[in-house]
Structure formats: C-alpha cells, structure tokens
C-alpha cells in the first residue's frame, strides 16, 4: 500500500499519519480544560486523601501546614482493632442492598401503574415529584417529627393501631429498627425519581412488539419479563447505579434523624467518616474509612455494571 | 478557522481554571484615628444562633462600640459542628479569628490546632484575677488557661411548681436523698398515672449527643464517681467508688426508664421544649436551659423553679456537680491594640450593668468573676443555690466530647439492650479508650 508524500520535505511522512497526529493532538487540546478539571478537583484529592489515610494528620497539621507522618498502616489498624470498621461497612451494605432493592421494586410497581393510563396519571407524576425536590435534610427534618418521641405521628397512630397498649414506640431509639427508620425516610426521597425514570424507558419499549407478543397469547407476567424489561435494561442500569451510589454516599439523613445512634447501629461508613475527621479531628483515620469506602463503592458500582452491561457498552 | 476558535477556547478555559487558584486574603483594617489606633475584631459566637441570646449580643456589642467609637467588632455565627471547619476556611482566606465565645468543650481543639493563646496574656493582671479559680480551673487544657469564664452553671434540676403542689407535695420539702427523691418521683408518677399531659415526671436526657453525654458526666460525678484522672486518662471505672457510683446511676436510669418515669433517647432540648409546654414535672439541665423553656409561652416563669441535685446520691455520693461555663476564647497573633480591645470587650461583657438583664431573663447562670459579685441572680435559681458551690472540676482532653458522648451508648446499652451492667461498663471503657488513646 502506498500514501501520497508531502513534497519538499527530507524525512516523507505519510500524509494520514500526519492528519490522525493533528486529529488526535487536536482532541487533546479540546479535552485539556476537562483533564485539568478532572486532575485538579478529582484526582488530586482522591489521591491526597489516600496519602492521608496511611498518615498521623491531625488538626494542628491543618492549621499550622504541618506534613503528616507516616504511622504504620496505624489508621486501618486501629479502625479495624475496634470492630468499627467492619460494623459500619456491614450496617452501609444492609442499608445499600434493602433500600435500592425496595426502591427498585415499589419505583417499578409506581411506573407500571402509572404507564397503564389511568386516570390522573399526569397529576400523579406531578406529586410524585414533592420527594424528590424537597431537600435531603429537610427530608430528614420531616421525618424526624414524624417518628418523634412520644408526640410524633408515628406514636400517635400505634397508639391508635394498638388500641393504646403501645405507647411508647419510638422507631429510631430501637437499635433494631433505627436503621429501617433512616430506609423509610430515603425510600420516600428516592421512589419518585427512580419511578419516573423507569416509566420514561417504559414509554420507550415498541407498542408493535407488545401487541406481537400479545397476539402471540404471551401473558401481562411475560410481556413484562421478556420483552419490557430487556428492553429497559440501560435504564434500569443507569437508575439503579445512581441508587446505589446515591445511598453509598448518604449522610444528611443519618445526621438528621440518628446521627449514628442508637448504640452504633446505623454508623455506616459515612457517618463513621465524619466522627473521624470533624468529631475527633482524627484526619488520618477520617481518610482511611473514606478510602475504604471509596473502594468499596468502586467494586460495587464495578460489579453491578459488569452484571447489566449492555451491548452499547 | 473552526479549529483555531475551538483551540483557543480550550486554552482560555485551561488558563481560567489556573487562574482560580490565585488569591490572597484581606488584612483586618487598622487605621489611625487622631492618638488612637482604630482596630476591628471578629467575634465569632455560638449564641447568634439563638434567637433570645443574638438579640442581646448584638444590642450589648453596638452598645460597646458607641463607647469605645475606635473597635469594630464584627461578629459570626458559629457552631459547635462546624467551628473548625469555619475557623479553618476564614483562616484559608485571610480572616482572622480574633475572639470565640462558645463552650468549654471547644477549648482542647482550639488550642491544640492553634486558634487561641492564653487569656492571662491579654487581659489585664487585676481583671484576671477577679475570676473565680474554680471556674477558671475548668477553662485549663494541658496546664494552661486558654478562656476566661462568662459565668456558669451547675447541673440542676428544673422542677414545675404547680404540677409538684397539685400532687400534694411543697418545694420547701424538696429531697435532699436519691431515696427521698425516689419516693417524690413515686407519688407523682401515682398522681399524674392516666394524665396524657404530664409526660414525664423525672427527666434525663440520654440521646448520643455531646450535651447529654456532659450531662450523664454530671449525673455520674453527683453519684461520686470521677470520669477522667488528673493525668487525663480514663479513670479506674472497674472498682471502688467509680465502680460503686457507675453502677447506681445505671440503675438510677434503668429505674426511670424502665418504669416510664422518662423517655429514651430525648435531648436536652424536647425536654426544655416540653417542660416550657407544661408536660414535665421535672428534669435534670444547666441553668442557661431555661433561655429554651422561656421559648416556649411567656408564663413560664409563673411555674419554673429550681433544685439541687439532692446531696446524698447512692452510697458516696454527694450531689457535686461539674462546673459548665460559656466562655470567652482569644485568637492568637492579635496586634497590641487588638489585645487592648480584646480586654475592654470581656470587661464590659463581665460587669454588673451589662449582665444583671441577660442573667435574669435570657441565660440565667451563676456569675464567675467578682466584677459581677452585685448582680442580681434570677430567683428561679434561688431552690438550686446550694448547689452552685458544690462543684467539681474535670481535667480537659481532646477526646472530651465523643468520651462523654459514649456515656449515653452505655446508659442505652443497659437501660434498653438487655447488656449487663457490668458488659455495658467493659464496653464503655473499651470505647473512651479508642478515642483517648487516638
């Protein structure tokens, strides 16, 4: 195969090559402010955030620009000694897993009913969409009266439900069901996105290939399963990796209604975090969870997309 | 020509994104005025944040700078959740932090990350020495004071007047035993049994937040027991008085608790709320509490009195109280004339004429320096005064705040875990031990 040469030059290129250089070089170019971005602000963080994990930085190494020393891995191994560690990622995995499974659930069972054109399904999405706009503390905030002790709403009505044998029912004092307290509250934040983005991939399966199906005699069960769902795959993919990333990362709810309590059983590893660093101005040890933590979602997220990747993918 | 416009946008946005990097901060102004330096200072205060106390500061610092036209004092709201991060940001962009009023829980971080120096100092020697010592002696963080007391207050018990003589009883025969207040608790709890607006009828606050872990510190030390040695290490919780006086108050909370005498898991503030609504008969705060309970109806002070925690509680127990202070803390690297101002504004917020209002009607304490010797004290103090002198202090440690906070993990673990007394006490000290040993 022969390319066309440039003329006057000593060393002769091929004229394509130099065009895929100027192309790439160019694309570089374009891309450069996003690099910075991304290096400055993700990157470099990221990275001063690990270096500090494995390092004695406390307040005064902040205040005064004093470097950290290297402490011997002493951060992990404290955290880990003191079964924290191990608690918090156990308590933000069961709070991950229940609230994106019952997100998904009640979000598919909401899309389904609204995308079966029943009256007021416009006025429905509409306030559907209260949750999602309200902010995640005044969520928190919300909740906390209702499930207040003793003269929150939830007290009231099992009070009522009971008959009055039950007076003293207080959601978040129960090391129990503290953390199905903070789900609650996170599943009414959270239903309503998830629900109008999976009616949006609803609206989006072919109307030919359920009839198709139909007239096939599949079943409401089947068409659901073998065609609807298939067919939203990358919205289901992209929603519940925002869920599960979204809850990875709660702590606006936690701080609000149980800043951790009671007893430890709703420190995750957010919550765990911050104690670390702005509770105990324990910077090293804060980054060493955040780290976990970070690795922790990664491999998720990783999995997860490794379980829905698509064929665009 | 597409190209080269693309090209040179990507490089404007690259060079902009350099740019805002940059960034120097600002001095505090300092000008000269006639013979005198006019200097600002920046007072950072936890009591803007409520509504009563920032009405007064402001009034009180507008009425300081009339007088003394050469200080500016500009003042920021802060918060114990975020003071460092505030401190650190202002300080990131050339603010000064010049002056902090807040806790004394604040003081072991402030001092160790470097935001104050020791007031002795700055104020002058005969002012200094006019506070009391053992107030003083609680403001001391590794042998140095680093803040001077605005006043303080013991732990005490805010009791309902009319509730209390409606079931028969008389405030002039108030328990000076736990068993007598035992039996007070009682004949209320009988009295008020079917009473939906009476919820509570002996408060003690057991939410995991650092108020309350001060607060069942307290608790702890009225039954006898001392939480931290002098060495400012955990104290010997496993045997002798500790051991004697950790185990009567748990069973002090498991009694009030278990019996519905009061709810877990509340914090100070649903129990100033709800004594201010007339729903508690009694419970266990600070006396600047009340600025909360007054909040709530303008009547309360028909009904608010108070008690001392009783002087005999448990087996050696004397009802002594660790001492609570608001206090004044001074920035580092202040100018001479900074200093000067500094002194004149603690001065001013620690004499008879500017106090005597805030501490009958907004915070009510007891004073700490001799200046206020004359104030006049709030008589919904006077059933607890016996209480003021008997005070002990605490050695301070940076862990202060997440060890007394574990306090309320233990209480909760016994009370309502089913965890044995002595599990719940073994867990406790495995987790103060975390964090002081951090």
Redesign the interface.
């Known amino acids: 195969m022969t390319f066309p040469v440039e003329a006057g030059k000593k060393k002769q290129r091929p004229a394509f090559r130099d065009q895929k250089t100027k192309d790439v070089l160019f694309c570089l170019l374009l891309l450069l402010p996003a690099i910075v971005l991304c290096i400055t602000f993700i990157i470099i963080p990221i990275i001063d955030s690990v270096i500090m994990s494995f390092q004695d930085y406390r307040l005064v190494n902040l205040t005064q620009n004093i470097p950290g020393e290297w402490n011997n891995f002493s951060n992990y191994t404290r955290l880990w000694g003191s079964g924290r560690l191990q608690s918090s990622i156990m308590i933000t995995v069961v709070f991950v897993v229940a609230t994106v499974v019952l997100t998904f659930v009640t979000a598919l069972i909401l899309a389904l009913i609204l995308n079966s054109k029943i009256r007021g399904a416009r006025l429905l999405r509409s306030i559907m969409m209260i949750p999602w706009v309200v902010p995640t503390v005044i969520t928190g905030l919300l909740w906390m009266w209702i499930f207040a002790n003793p003269y929150g709403l939830l007290q009231y009505l099992v009070g009522i439900f009971t008959g009055g044998h039950v007076t003293n029912f207080s959601i978040l004092s129960n090391t129990d069901t503290a953390l199905w307290g903070v789900i609650i509250a996170a599943l009414w934040k959270q239903i309503p996105l998830m629900a109008l983005l999976l009616l949006a991939g609803m609206q989006n399966v072919p109307d030919d290939i359920i009839e198709a199906a139909k007239i096939d005699g599949a079943s409401y069960v089947q068409r659901l399963v073998y065609i609807v769902l298939p067919y939203m795959k990358s919205v289901i993919s992209v929603s519940v990796s925002m869920c599960i990333i979204e809850n990875f990362k709660q702590y606006p709810l936690f701080a609000t209604l149980t800043n951790g309590g009671p007893t430890g059983a709703t420190t995750t590893l957010a919550v765990l975090s911050y104690d670390e660093a702005f509770v105990n101005y324990n910077y090293g040890s804060g980054a060493a969870v955040t780290t976990v933590w970070l690795l922790l979602m990664i491999i998720v997220v990783f999995v997860f997309r490794r379980i829905f990747r698509t064929d665009n993918d | 020509m597409k190209?080269k416009i693309?090209?040179a946008l990507?490089?404007a946005?690259?060079f902009s994104?350099?740019a805002c990097g940059g960034g120097g901060g600002t001095d505090t102004p300092s000008t000269s005025n006639g013979e005198q330096e006019n200097v600002t200072l920046r007072f950072y205060n936890y009591a803007l944040s409520e509504t009563a106390k920032a009405d007064w500061w402001n009034a009180t610092v507008e009425a300081f700078e009339a007088e003394n036209d050469w200080i500016d004092i500009e003042t920021v709201t802060v918060d114990y959740?975020s003071m460092?991060?505030t401190?650190?940001n202002d300080?990131a962009s050339g603010l000064a932090v010049d002056m902090v009023y807040g806790e004394v829980s604040w003081i072991p971080?402030l001092a160790?990350?470097?935001?104050v120096q020791s007031p002795e100092d700055v104020l002058s020697a005969d002012f200094y020495s006019g506070y009391y010592d053992y107030v003083l002696e609680q403001m001391k963080y590794n042998d140095t004071v680093y803040a001077v007391p605005h006043y303080y207050s013991p732990s005490l018990i805010f009791v309902n007047k009319d509730l209390v003589e409606a079931a028969g009883l008389s405030m002039d025969s108030f328990p000076t035993t736990l068993d007598g207040l035992k039996e007070w608790i009682e004949t209320l709890a009988a009295y008020y049994q079917g009473d939906t607006n009476v919820?509570t009828i002996f408060g003690l606050t057991t939410?995991?937040?650092s108020a309350t872990g001060a607060n069942i510190n307290a608790m702890y030390n009225a039954f006898g027991g001392t939480l931290i040695n002098d060495q400012g290490g955990l104290a010997d919780l496993t045997s002798g008085d500790n051991l004697t006086a950790m185990t009567e108050m748990l069973d002090f909370y498991k009694y009030l608790i278990g019996s519905?005498y009061t709810?877990?898991?509340?914090k100070l503030k649903d129990y100033r709320s709800s004594f201010g609504a007339g729903n508690v008969v009694m419970y266990v705060d600070q006396s600047w509490g009340y600025a909360q309970i007054s909040e709530v109806s303008d009547n309360t002070s028909d009904f608010t009195v108070t008690a001392s925690l009783p002087g005999t509680m448990g087996t050696n127990g004397k009802g002594e109280s660790l001492v609570e202070s608001h206090c004044f803390m001074i920035g580092s690297g202040l100018s001479d004339a900074q200093k000067e101002a500094v002194d004149l504004f603690i001065q001013y917020c620690t004499s008879t004429g500017t106090m005597e209002d805030y501490l009958n009607n907004i915070g009510l304490a007891y004073v700490a320096h001799e200046n206020m010797e004359d104030c006049q004290i709030s008589p919904i103090l006077d059933g607890a005064s016996s209480g003021k002198d008997n005070v002990v202090t605490q050695p301070l440690i940076?862990?202060a705040?997440?060890v007394q906070t574990e306090m309320?993990?233990m209480v909760?673990?016994y009370v309502?875990?089913g965890v044995s007394s002595e599990d719940a006490v073994n867990s406790y000290i495995?987790e103060a031990e975390?964090?002081i040993n951090?």
């Open positions: 190209r693309a090209a990507a490089m946005m690259t994104l350099a959740n460092i991060q401190f650190t300080l971080a160790e990350s470097g935001f919820t939410a995991e937040v519905g709810q877990e898991n509340l940076s862990a705040t997440s309320a993990s909760l673990n309502s875990n495995t975390y964090y951090q």
